[in-house]
């Protein structure tokens, strides 16, 4: 069965620099979506992602994070100045379509900021 | 606002006993519930769902029915098994149509043999 699959597993990066976490979406679907969880609390949503623009996005994206999609099979999320409680399990997840099309989860990239 | 509170973990059963992890919701306007399952090493994956009130998801054993009036989707399983150990994630999304889900903090469960 096809699956989302993420890069890397698990990265550590200290506060101040720029990660690039990595995913590949389900080949035929066409909404990707990340989402977060920060140890011990809720799973959050990030940003949807539809036609080659954000189609959605939460308070917490605010300018430091950005997606990509840069060909056609990465979809990639950017936070471009780590700080400490960025640290988190982030989870890609992709959708045939919008509406009744469940979302497609992969194994998630921990991100720890030290 | 939309929020999903679940019960506190962690869970520890054991085999062939009965489940309940209970969920209740806030939503503004009418939101489809989910159940989400994440086995150890894997993605999250929908194990069942409910669009409105009285319906019942269902899938591998396990059961939520969509009460409005208590604004619950409890998570019920007969008999548990040893492989049924994961971290279960209620979650809603607040508009038909709506992927932007939004989740609880997950429950871990352990079934022991």
């Known amino acids: 069965e096809p699956e989302v699959t993420q890069t890397p597993s698990h990265q550590v990066t200290q506060m101040g620099q720029e990660v690039i976490l990595r995913c590949v979406p389900i080949?035929?679907?066409?909404?990707f979506y990340w989402y977060r969880q920060i140890l011990g609390q809720k799973v959050e949503f990030l940003v949807s992602?539809?036609?080659?623009?954000?189609?959605?996005k939460s308070e917490i994206f605010d300018d430091q994070f950005s997606v990509e999609r840069p060909d056609g099979s990465n979809f990639t999320l950017k936070i471009r100045s780590t700080k400490l409680e960025d640290s988190a399990m982030y989870f890609c997840a992709s959708s045939e379509r919008q509406g009744n099309s469940p979302l497609h989860f992969g194994n998630g990239t921990r991100l720890t900021v030290t | 606002g939309n929020s999903v509170t679940q019960m506190e973990g962690p869970v520890t059963l054991s085999e062939e006993a009965f489940l309940t992890i209970n969920c209740t919701y806030t939503a503004t306007g009418y939101p489809s519930l989910f159940w989400y399952v994440q086995y150890p090493g894997e993605g999250l994956q929908l194990l069942l769902k409910a669009t409105k009130a009285d319906d019942k998801g269902s899938n591998k054993g396990f059961e939520a029915t969509y009460r409005k009036e208590t604004t619950s989707f409890h998570l019920e399983k007969g008999s548990v098994q040893v492989s049924d150990s994961a971290v279960y994630f209620c979650a809603l999304s607040d508009r038909a149509g709506a992927n932007n889900l939004f989740f609880g903090t997950g429950t871990r469960l352990t079934v022991i043999p």
């Open positions: 992602f539809y036609n080659n623009e954000i189609s959605e």
């Open positions: 080949s035929n679907h066409l909404y």
